[in-house]
């Protein structure tokens, strides 16, 4: 309450305003994350409607993007899949929910979801490039912004109810959604509730590896999975999941404004398809060869389930008061309160009595408590938009249990803005600044001796960013954009030090590390002309200080021996009868050593898409061809690890009346630019498509169906970016419908 409280006095937002731009899709639509209320966006940016959410297969936030040119997806199953923009990841790419950074635990382990409910969507909103700034501190690779009108700004004119249903075949699954809307009152009423079940998903013949193959590299890598194509098709263990997902928002809209507040809460329950053996190869001798040697599939872990469940809740206000005065237009304002926590647990099965003492498997639980709140002064003129920003920010993050691998960290925000917008004779300018002063505390828990060092990383980020447009003739405009963002380490580059299974490698952070600075060049050139288009976006990022895990060079075997010099260790385990609570004696087991470490890099890229429109008949025909293409190296000349291949996406669509027909081919290439540690990954090539029929009932009723089918070749696809490509495909083949009844 004394939270809520000081919100209302502060009165507090991050809300954004509502600025026009281009789709390729769509000739005009709105969108909301931008700070600025200019006419045109300068920089790249895609608007995905909430239809193509709403019409396509339920999926991650990452897999829901990754057909876009510049986007691409770090997946760890079906649940997991967190975006990747021009090959930056991680910290480097906010997710917003209407404005909002989501202050989940999905920074903590690439194995944990984005807490972000995408039911009854308006749109996604893509920004990448200079702009992203405008957003939140440390944006280098861009932010992606979720927008719901669950809290609206404006008035519902009708009441509206929502059921829908969906099944997939991949996953066995299905899905249910529930959605309202009205005004009751004076006040609009929103609420939406969906709830996803989908068990293990299948894969391709030839997609699951034995043990021995994941320790080949580069082309005998792809040798062993064409010896293995005959295979009889399979599924990947622990990737199920389940969510739950409810919000309610309630707003009044009057000549002063807005005001209104929401609640959303959303659970879930997934497997974990993957995870490191922290216990090397004794794990599987004390168990015994006669334990598990008729068990199909026995991974380290054997027949046991590790999942993780989620609980997330978050209370928001938002609204908008017109001052109308001589300085001051009007003030938004936002307020956020979240609750986030995460529990990885394991759970045996029967038969696995003697996998070790109950304590080695207590549950880990991740937690983050954070509030946010701020303002945006108009202070816009006749000559100009004008907008001052100020954003604070106060989070907690835990992690609690046998793999906690980061002692409690405290991070606290506090920022201030300036954006201007102005049209001069030739060029319209877009210009902004903001200045963040940033507080991280934690401490590191000395692995050896038990000592715990205490750190406080108290420093301001200075982060600026101009673009200047220009309309070269009636079908040809030109932007530029320049940028320095400055990007203070994240708590687990700094904090981080133990066992971290979910990428098989026990991390080291280093609470040294110095900011990130990124200085970004951007050049756009969007063309059209009658049916015809073309879009083509150049980028060069140099990055000051970039933060990488990056593998030691040295074998597993050197591992131990530098780091536990006492022999004794090694003898000891090897006469222990269980190595639950001791594991720390002897050693990191399977893990790789790997350690955050600086070095300059440059970012290079492009991005180009061409496309023409064509009337057949009663419909629209649309034809287009993009690749996107990522490079990436330190100053040494090793290539950044985990970067993205380039690839060539084909798309085609048809629109007649009330019908709708999407077909995309992706076809990614081969990546073969690796970094240390990694090996070559396949390419592939991926097709999906969609049709949507709308029917239309009595009394205004509409009953919207739609058939899709993925990767309908049924191509075995490894993603490189992922840490568990080899164990961790992506889906096969899946068929799927969808029913969406509207009142």
């Not at 999942?307 to 009007?330: A, Q």
């Not at 293409?629 to 090793?638: I, K, L, Y």
Request: proline residues 2%; glycine residues 8%; aromatic residues 10%.
């Amino acid at each position: 309450m004394k939270k809520f409280l000081n919100a209302v006095i502060v009165l507090i937002a991050f809300h954004s305003n509502y600025i026009i731009s281009q789709d390729n899709d769509v000739e005009e639509i709105i969108v909301t994350s931008s700070i600025l209320s200019v006419t045109e966006v300068l920089n790249p940016i895609y608007v995905i409607d909430g239809d193509d959410f709403l019409d396509g297969a339920t999926s991650s936030l990452g897999e829901a993007i990754d057909s876009y040119l510049g986007v691409s997806i770090a997946d760890y199953g079906a649940a997991v899949g967190q975006p990747i923009i021009r090959g930056m990841s991680g910290p480097r790419v906010k997710i917003l929910k209407n404005g909002m950074v989501n202050r989940d635990v999905s920074g903590l382990g690439v194995d944990h979801l984005n807490d972000v409910d995408l039911n009854d969507i308006e749109q996604v909103e893509i920004v990448m490039g200079p702009s992203s700034l405008l957003y939140a501190n440390g944006t280098i690779g861009g932010i992606i912004n979720i927008v719901d009108d669950c809290i609206s700004a404006l008035n519902y004119e009708l009441p509206e109810l929502k059921v829908g249903y969906e099944t997939q075949s991949v996953n066995d699954g299905s899905a249910e959604s529930f959605n309202f809307k009205n005004n009751i009152g004076g006040f609009n009423v929103n609420f939406g509730y969906k709830n996803i079940d989908f068990d293990n998903y299948e894969v391709p013949h030839g997609a699951v590896l034995h043990e021995e193959e994941h320790h080949d590299d580069h082309d005998e890598h792809d040798e062993h999975e064409d010896e293995h194509h005959d295979e009889d098709m399979g599924f990947i263990n622990n990737s199920d999941y389940a969510v739950e997902a409810t919000k309610f928002g309630i707003s009044k809209v009057a000549d002063w404004g807005y005001i209104g507040f929401s609640i959303d809460n959303l659970e879930s329950v997934y497997g974990i398809p993957f995870h490191g053996d922290e216990h090397g190869d004794e794990h599987g001798d004390e168990h015994g060869d006669d334990d598990h040697e008729d068990e199909e599939g026995h991974d380290e872990h054997g027949e046991e389930r590790i999942f993780s469940t989620t609980d997330s809740e978050s209370f928001t206000i938002k609204g908008s008061y017109n001052v109308n005065g001589s300085l001051v237009n009007k003030v938004d304002f936002t307020y956020r309160s979240s609750d986030y926590t995460l529990i990885e647990a394991h759970e045996e099965e029967e038969g696995h009595e003697d996998h070790g003492d109950e304590e080695e498997h207590a549950p880990t639980t991740f937690a983050n408590e954070a509030v946010e709140y701020g303002a945006i002064f108009d202070i816009s003129n006749e000559n100009s938009d004008q907008k001052i920003v100020i954003n604070i920010v106060d989070e907690d993050n835990s992690i609690v249990g046998e793999e906690a691998f980061m002692n409690p960290a405290n991070n606290e925000e506090f920022t201030i803005g300036y954006y201007i917008s102005k049209d001069l004779d030739l060029f319209n300018v877009d210009l902004g600044m903001r200045v963040d002063q940033i507080d991280r505390s934690g401490s590191v828990t000395d692995e050896d001796h038990g000592d715990i060092d205490s750190y406080n990383i108290d420093d301001t980020t200075n982060s600026f960013a101009v673009s200047i447009g220009r309309n070269l003739n009636d079908n040809l405009d030109i932007s530029l954009g320049y940028a320095s963002v400055e990007r203070l380490p994240s708590v687990i580059e700094l904090f981080m030090n133990g066992p971290h299974l979910a990428t098989g490698r026990f991390e080291v952070g280093d609470p040294t590390l110095q900011s990130e600075t990124s200085n970004n060049f951007d050049i756009t050139l969007n063309y059209e002309k009658d049916d015809f288009y073309a879009y083509a976006s150049f980028y060069v990022t140099d990055v000051d200080n970039y933060i990488a895990l990056i593998d030691e060079e040295d074998d597993h075997d050197d591992h131990e021996d530098e780091h536990h010099e006492d022999e004794d260790h090694e003898d000891e385990h090897h006469d222990e009868d269980e190595h639950g609570d001791d594991h720390d004696d002897h050693g990191h087991g399977n893990l790789i050593h790997a350690n955050y470490m600086q070095e300059d890099a440059e970012f290079d890229g492009y991005e180009f898409e061409i496309g023409r429109t064509f009337d057949l008949g009663m419909g629209e025909l649309k034809a287009s061809f993009g690749r996107d293409v990522v490079n990436a190296e330190f100053s040494d000349g090793h290539f950044v690890p985990r970067i993205n291949p380039a690839r060539n996406i084909y798309s085609l669509s048809y629109k007649q009346n009330d019908v709708v027909f999407k077909l995309n081919f992706k076809d990614v290439d081969k990546q073969s630019d690796i970094g240390e540690g990694e090996t070559i990954t396949k390419g592939y090539r991926m097709l999906d498509t969609r049709i949507t029929k709308t029917f239309n009932l009595r009394d205004n009723n509409e009953l919207r169906v739609s058939i899709f089918g993925n990767n309908l070749l049924d191509e075995v696809a490894r993603n490189h970016s992922s840490f568990v490509k080899n164990e961790v495909p992506l889906p096969g083949k899946n068929i799927g419908v969808k029913f969406n009844l509207t009142f």
